[in-house]
């Protein structure tokens, strides 16, 4: 190390310098944030204050695990999504912005007053929290395979004061009451020869979260031609897929007997997640 003080602004740049990647900045300052508990702004007032060694050298500790390809989530323990913040780990997927997307559109959707919803993988519990935290009249249930994401999920909702029953269940099997008026996921839907899987962040997520066979579709495959048997008639069916699966997802969903068939597009204008309603009244689940 140089002789030159530790100040909040030398530290941000040589940490953005090594960092690289898409937002180096940003994850020097979540990073710094982390450890003297201070937000951006305050940076920026006082970029020649003087850090103490040893919160320097946790911060330098934070950005070579950062630079060695560990996601700013899982150093820092949490992620913000949508209002809230919540504990992240690594059994689980990292919650995304995109998957924002789906909650707004289900904010958008007619759904009844009280609605009976349904999120399949819940992970941190994100969209569940996010949508219980918007609707505190709606009844929030959420599944996970994986018993580390149930526990986690649960511990986010009993944080942030939400009320989700979380259940061990890959994806319906150990479900008993049907009926919902929603059921929404963000599944794993990434090919297993899909070359993302060997770059950046995702390295450090378990392919339970993100693999779903050959084509990635295998999941919503079989999300799509259950649901049906698990909605109140007229009830929607929401998940989130790949930039370039929106068609096929639609067939999918048009397979399965779902009308009012849409695909609607994230934050960076990609198709990002499709919905469809079951029929009312009439037969639709023998197609
Ligand atoms: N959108 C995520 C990614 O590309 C994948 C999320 C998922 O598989 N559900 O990293």
Known sequence: MSNAPDTVAALLADAAARIGGDSPRLDAELLLEAVLDRNPTW?????????????????RTLVERRVAGHPVAHLLGHRGFWTLTLEVSDRTLIPRPDTECLVEATLALPLPEQARVLDLGTGTGAIALALASEKPDWSVSATDAVEDAVALARRNAERLGLSVQVHRSHWFRNLTAAGFDLIISNPPYIAES???LDEGDVRFEP?????????????????????PDWLQPGGWLLVEHGYDQGAAVRDLFLAAGFSEVETGRDYGDNDRYTL???GKGECNADG
């Open 43 to 59: 940076f920026r007032t006082w970029p020649e204050h003087e850090v103490a060694p040893a919160d320097a050298a946790r911060f």
């Open 194 to 196: 899909d070359h993302h």
């Open 207 to 227: 392919a339970s979260a993100l693999v779903a066979g050959a084509d990635g579709l295998d999941d919503i495959r079989e999300i799509a031609a259950t649901a």
């Open 276 to 278: 469809g309603r079951i």
